[in-house]
């Protein structure tokens, strides 16, 4: 069978809670039938759950289900509800009742079929149904393959705060495939823009560059362009999940965005805007407050913020309140010693994490993004 597709080796080294381990992500176009192969190279158990959600069962869980059956392994499916609102302690409950009525044991393995939501659920069913399972990321949203399937972060969520409950659980592999995103909506596409966005901010000046020159061509219904930049960014999440696979320190420049946009999502009950939207605001804020605490450029700055403005997030409700959105942050799984700590930019392309900028601060450039017009939000 003909299989053409790249492959990205992900290999995190032994720490002192782990040991050593290599997993690969295979990108590719219309390659989701190839997936039994790899499947039984990988030595997948033949007793496989695929977890996913209501919307992505009618448009690719039953391709995946199929190409596995044909392959010789025996797979059900188990839907949960669509949306952040579901990402939740009683959904994995829903879920291992599932598992325990079809008869799952430690020779299970599950595969999450869908965007970020599903992966992070089901890597955190993987991770503690009867002390680990396998399992498989096959993410179906730009959002999902280019940051939330790779990596080994899973969890789901509680009313007052983002993925306080988790764990790192690496897949045994990824498997990407393009031709979901032609199914995707305009929002969910922006979304994932965003955080394709924050690789450019973070790690490579280049790809901040190119998003810039080619925005407008990223947001047609024309996925071509995507294989290299979602390439491009797994490559990026795997250097640095490679150095700190647990978070423990450089890891955390990856959250640039996400204190103050988590704190959004919860603000909201993850209901008004998408991860990505929330993500957006954050690192609008985050881009000024790096202004302020780090000497970020303000042609970096500008950069950075007028291409969040192209993806165009929806309005949030006025009057924005500031000091609640402050207050939520302290949920945050950063803060340390009741001290709230930003990932923020000391010019593009170049990260800083652990930062503690002082709390006047912070507001000022929450109020600068909410409560100012565009052309003073881009400098």
Avoid: W
């Amino acid at each position: 069978m003909d299989r053409t597709f790249s492959k990205l080796t992900v290999e995190i080294p032994a720490g002192p809670e782990n040991s050593s381990h290599t997993y690969p992500i295979f990108t590719g176009q219309d390659i989701l039938s190839t997936i039994g192969p790899v499947a039984s190279e990988y030595h997948i158990p033949e007793h496989v759950i695929i977890i996913t959600d209501a919307t992505v069962e009618k448009l690719y869980a039953s391709h995946v289900q199929a190409a596995l059956l044909n392959y010789g392994f025996r797979p059900d499916i188990i839907t949960i509800p669509s949306g952040e609102a579901n990402k939740t302690p009683e959904t994995v409950r829903f879920v291992y009742d599932k598992m325990h009525q079809l008869g799952c044991g430690r020779d299970t393995a599950l595969v999450a079929v869908g965007g970020g939501i599903v992966g992070d659920l089901a890597g955190y069913v993987a991770a503690t149904y009867r002390r680990g399972i396998p399992f498989i990321q096959v993410p179906t949203t730009l959002l999902a393959q280019v940051d939330s399937s790779v990596g080994g972060k899973v969890g789901v969520n509680l009313p007052y705060g983002k993925n306080l409950i988790g764990a790192f659980y690496q897949p045994r592999f990824v498997f990407i495939d393009t031709k979901t995103l032609t199914t995707l909506p305009a929002r969910e596409l922006k979304s994932g823009l965003a955080e394709v966005v924050k690789y450019g901010a973070i790690l490579d000046r280049e790809l901040l560059s190119l998003l810039t020159n080619t925005i407008d061509d990223l947001l047609k219904p024309d996925v071509s362009r995507f294989p290299e930049i979602i390439e491009r960014c797994c490559a990026l999440k795997s250097s640095v999940v490679e150095k700190d696979e647990r978070e423990s320190g450089y890891r955390e420049i990856l959250n640039f965005g996400h204190t103050i946009g988590h704190a959004i999502e919860a603000c909201t009950n993850y209901s008004l805007l998408t991860h990505g939207e929330a993500i957006t605001y954050g690192m609008m804020v985050e881009t000024h407050l790096s202004v302020n605490h780090c000497g970020l450029p303000a042609d970096d700055a500008r950069a950075v913020c007028s291409l969040l403005l192209r993806l165009s997030p929806p309005p949030l409700p006025e009057p924005v309140d500031v000091d609640q959105l402050y207050q939520t942050m302290y949920s945050d799984k950063k803060v340390r010693a009741g001290v709230l700590r930003f990932s923020l930019i000391n010019k593009v392309g170049d990260a800083t994490f652990g930062e503690t900028p002082d709390e006047h601060y912070v507001k000022q450039s929450m109020r600068k993004v909410f409560t100012t017009g565009e052309d003073e939000c881009v400098y």
